[in-house]
């Protein structure tokens, strides 16, 4: 697996559990399912630079 990848993938995980989110309060946020909202923050998915600012 790409390293970058998967540390930004750890480091959006730690991120999420110090502010206390989930994926259901993010993905309303951002306009998408909880499934896919995760999917993208592991480096599954794509975003469009749009859903990117707002995750930002």
């Known amino acids: 697996m790409n390293d970058a990848k998967t540390a930004l993938g750890q480091k959006i995980l730690a991120t999420k559990q110090a502010k206390g989110l989930t994926w259901a309060v993010l993905a309303e946020q951002l306009g998408h399912s909880p499934v896919w909202t995760c999917a993208a923050c592991l480096g599954q ?8 600012t707002k995750a930002s």
């Open 45 to 52: 998915m794509s975003m469009t630079a749009e859903t990117t």
